[in-house]
């Protein structure tokens, strides 16, 4: 299995989503620069958290207009798995790959704190390990990720299984108080429609060694190596 670890100047996530990915494939993912327009052969193609252009104008819109970004949505549109977080979930929006928005956090403040999360379906590439209705703890670090969309678009995300996870309190509950930023439905990530594309708020590369506080991130990874290479 190979992947890309695409990296943008501004972003300061790009190294921890390649120590995740190596720790799974056994070698370093490929770093391409943002303004490349080629992508190498890849199995998985990972859009980092960070903050991509220091986030002028927009969170992920100049990141989402950069050229590798054509060939990003062009390999993803042949079925080539795409994994956003956070400020990769917001480019994934502004590229058009996922429906939706990530407007400023409710409370209007930067937020940086561990949440949990349900996992909503375990059918995915991107899930399939952990079990359906697992609560895990991932961290969260950012400003914009309250997210929101029109009601059609969220009836068609709902009836359609399109929502990966869920801000919740430790139980599972899905309260108002265990949602960090305002999101619709308490929604932390979206699959796009054929379920190759994700984008998701939450850090799981945060949280994937033992050496880096807990490891429910880690299954993230092992599920992803395990799915490319069957």
């Known amino acids: 299995m190979s992947a890309a670890v695409i990296v943008f100047p501004g972003s300061n996530c790009d190294r921890d989503i390649a120590v995740a990915l190596k720790a799974v494939l056994g070698h370093a993912p490929q770093m391409v620069w943002h303004g490349d327009s080629a992508l190498p052969k890849v199995d998985l193609i990972a859009v980092p958290g960070g903050f991509s252009y220091g986030d002028y104008l927009r969170s992920g819109a100049m990141a989402a207009n950069s050229p590798i970004m054509r060939e990003v949505v062009a390999h993803a549109g042949r079925g080539v798995p795409v994994l956003g977080i956070c400020n990769g979930f917001q480019v994934l929006t502004e590229c058009g790959l996922l429906p939706g928005v990530l407007m400023r956090n409710a409370s209007l403040k930067f937020i940086c704190r561990d949440v949990n999360l349900r996992v909503e379906r375990n059918d995915t590439i991107f899930t399939r390990g952990y079990e359906a209705g697992e609560v895990i703890r991932v961290p969260v670090a950012h400003h914009d990720g309250n997210y929101f969309t029109d009601p059609d678009t969220h009836q068609t995300l709902e009836d359609n299984g399109r929502v990966a996870f869920r801000y919740c309190g430790p139980d599972g509950a899905i309260t108002d108080a265990a949602n960090p930023n305002g999101s619709l439905a308490n929604i932390a990530g979206i699959l796009n429609e054929t379920g190759n594309v994700l984008g998701m708020m939450p850090h ?22 395990e799915a490319i290479a069957a």
């Open 204 to 225: 799981p590369e945060r949280l994937a060694d033992p050496l880096l506080g807990g490891t429910d991130g880690a299954p993230m990874f092992t599920g992803l190596a």
